[in-house]
C-alpha cells in the first residue's frame, strides 16, 4: 500500500510564501511523476506543477515564475514552494504520485488528502 500525505499550507496575507511538502510512503518500488494539483470552491481540480523523475519541470501559466516545485528522490519527498501569493490562489492542494509498488504490475496514481492554502488581501 502507498500513502501520501501533505504538509505545510495555512493562512498568510497577499504577496506572502508559503512551502508545501508531500511524502509518499508505503510498499514503492519506484516513484514516477510528482505533481502539486489544487481545487478552489466551485472549480475543478486543476494542475500546478509536475516534475519528472528525472527533473524535468512544467507549470500552469498562472503560477508560472511565482512557484518552484523541486523533489528529492531518496526522500520520496515533493515540494511546491509558494511565492508571491494572491487570492487567487487560495484552493485545496493535492499532491499526486504516479508509483510502481511493490510486485505490481502497472504504474498508479496515488493521491493526498489535501492541504488548505488560503491568502487574504
Known amino acids: 500500500q502507498v500513502h501520501v500525505v501533505e504538509s505545510g499550507g495555512g493562512l498568510v496575507q497577499a504577496g506572502g510564501s508559503l512551502r508545501l511538502s508531500c511524502l509518499a510512503s508505503?510498499?514503492?518500488?519506484?516513484?514516477?511523476?510528482l505533481g502539486w494539483y489544487r481545487q478552489a470552491p466551485g472549480k475543478q481540480r486543476e494542475l500546478v506543477a509536475r516534475v519528472s523523475r528525472g527533473g524535468d519541470t512544467n507549470y500552469a501559466t498562472s503560477v508560472k515564475g511565482r512557484f518552484t516545485i523541486s523533489r528529492d528522490n531518496a526522500k520520496n519527498t515533493v515540494y511546491l514552494q509558494m511565492n508571491s501569493l494572491s487570492p487567487e490562489d487560495t484552493a485545496v492542494y493535492y499532491c499526486?504520485?504516479?508509483?510502481?509498488?511493490?510486485?505490481?504490475?502497472?504504474?498508479?496514481?496515488?493521491w493526498g488528502q489535501g492541504t488548505q492554502v488560503t491568502v487574504s488581501s
Open positions: 508505503g510498499s514503492i518500488f519506484r516513484i514516477y511523476d
Open positions: 499526486r504520485a504516479d508509483v510502481m509498488a511493490v510486485q505490481a504490475m502497472r504504474v498508479n496514481d496515488y
